[in-house]
């Protein structure tokens, strides 16, 4: 109205949004373009999801399946394994205990094989490229803008191409997760490796290392601190994005939050929540104590 | 008298060391920066350092730089901090590639050789020690040392050995499964030392590399790599900014300001012949007596003259000479050759007025050099 815009014309006023029948015709132009081409591959898309689908389903049934005995042993000797601490094995233990004992132990098996599976797969992606990228100061510079974008994107807003092309399911679930996850990894295994002294690369140089050597010898060992952060920090975001995975069809604790949100279940609420907890500190703890037992020799070792 | 030559100089016989290889560095010009081509014209006319640097940003390295570095030998390459010691160094092994010039080792240009011969040209005939040790923090020193022949392929059934060898020779027996963290910074350099002998390398590379130890701590290391040296003849490049290193440990000196070689020598040729006032300055407060040896000073014999009793060898350096006479209570000596052969006499008041001499102030004997 005339009288809110202090007499200024109308287009200094309103900003001049593009036609209503424009904005909508391109709307539709993109999103019937996008669907057509997923149609067109589909059976592309069908072929790969498949053999996915069918391992995570095998995978949770492993988890969620088998005796609650021998799954919590293995995890047991999976903790001790990498914390060698028997704290951390005593808390695991109270914790899992305590979730099969308020009902949750299905429910968090089938979490704990998603978060393995997803961290294992953001991983595998995550190490190569953060590798590539401290070699090459151009990949670097696209890689990084790439990971900005997809931190800080709210998850729901990719949730939405990932479903139109792989619909709902386990599937679009994890890659929804494993796109969340994989940052921190791409990002601290970059920043591990160009933080290695830079004498010690030339020392491995100079004895005539190959560029694989040199990884194998010195990059990666010196900069396995920093990549255990990163793969600290991808269990963690893999963790809180499993609550929002579940909208799209992941099971387990996320779907439980999901649905306690909706009927305003209080307690049942809390109770995946502090299951999710649980299993976070376990996963942190684990993993840190595992980061700290390979610096051991490692003190004065660059000053 | 089959000695009335003139004596100097006394202690370069280096061809005695024959049959190897050197390393030729011929025209030496780096360039830092995005163009160095750019601009290599231009420095070759006479563009200095601080113009390309003010007016294009890029900064010269290294200036039309030509050193011969004989086989077997330690040749130290002296200069203040960066002053381009080791970028110098790093075109030896390649580690850094010239704007122009050449490396020339066994007939080969190391600048224009192929990733693979280069990497082939490091792991087998060369090997360096670093200023900051470079060790690896996650292996033992055994470990540490076998890493060079690792790189080569070597099984660990062979280079442990080996290895075991070197740890002993740098006087490190029982650390063998030390972690370098556990070790203080002279030890951690013996293993530096170690790695780098285990390659079984000519050539060593030493990049100020007793730089960051202790008084006491370097001179202990100055002394094994002496000892080792005595035996076995490689051909070392040693960095230091010390002069008493430099002294010390060379063979053959070279030093460099901004980039350029200001002179190379001997020791002795540059405390007593500093090719211009920057070299006087820097040799001014040396200890000339622990420098210059006896058969510099030493005066030729003249006919029918009659010889002292009392014998010194040439190649002792005035102090150890003045101790020597004093102890004897003589005031004339002969001075002997490697070979035992008469080089000459030499008084204590020689002795007293070369270690005093100004080096801008020839006189006595010392204007025959
Ligand atoms: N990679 C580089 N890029 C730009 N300038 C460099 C580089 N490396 C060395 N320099 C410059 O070259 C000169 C010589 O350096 P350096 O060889 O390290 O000296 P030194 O070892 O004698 O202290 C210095 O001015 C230094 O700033
Ligand atoms: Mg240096």
Redesign the interface.
Known sequence: MASDCWSLPETLCRFPAMEAKTLRLMRKTIDDGFRDIVRSWADTIDAATVPLQMFLNALERAFAGSPWVLVLAVLLAAVWATSRSWKIVLGTAIALCLIGWVGLWQDTMVTLAMVSFCTVVAVIIGLPIGIAAARSDRLQRIVSPVLDVMQTLPSFVYLIPVVVIFGIGKVPGMIAVVIYAVPPMIRLTNLGIRLV?R??T?????????AR?KLW??QL??ALPTIMTGVNQTIMMSLSMVVVASMVGVGGLGKNVLQAINNQFFTVGFLNGFALVAIAIVFDRSSQAFGLRLQK??????? | MTEATPILPVEDDDEAVTGRSGIEIRNLYKIFGPEPERYIAAVKAGLTKTDLNRKHGHVLGLTDISLSIPPGRITVIMGLSGSGKSTLIRHI?G?IAPTTGEVIHDGADVCRMTPAE???????K???V???F?????RTVLENTC??L???GVPRRDSEPVARHWIVRVGLKGYEGS????LSGGMQQRVGLARALA?DADIL?MDEAFSALDPLIRLDMQAILLELQSELHKTIVFITHDLDEALRLGDRIAILRDGRLEQVGTGQDIVLRPANDYIAAFVREVNRARVIRAATVARPVAAGEELPQFSVPGTEVLETVARHMTTAGVNHARVLGRQGQLRGTIAISDVLTAMVTPATAPAGPLAKG
């Open positions: 002294d004498e010690v030339e020392a491995a140089e100079a004895f005539g290392s190959s050597q010898n010195v060992p010196l020799h490692r003190e004065a070792g660059h000053d | 092994n580690l280069l990497r082939d040209f490091r792991r087998h060369t090997a360096m670093f200023q900051k470079a060790l690896l923090p996650h890493y060079g690792d790189i080569q972690y370098p963290s556990q390659n590379l």
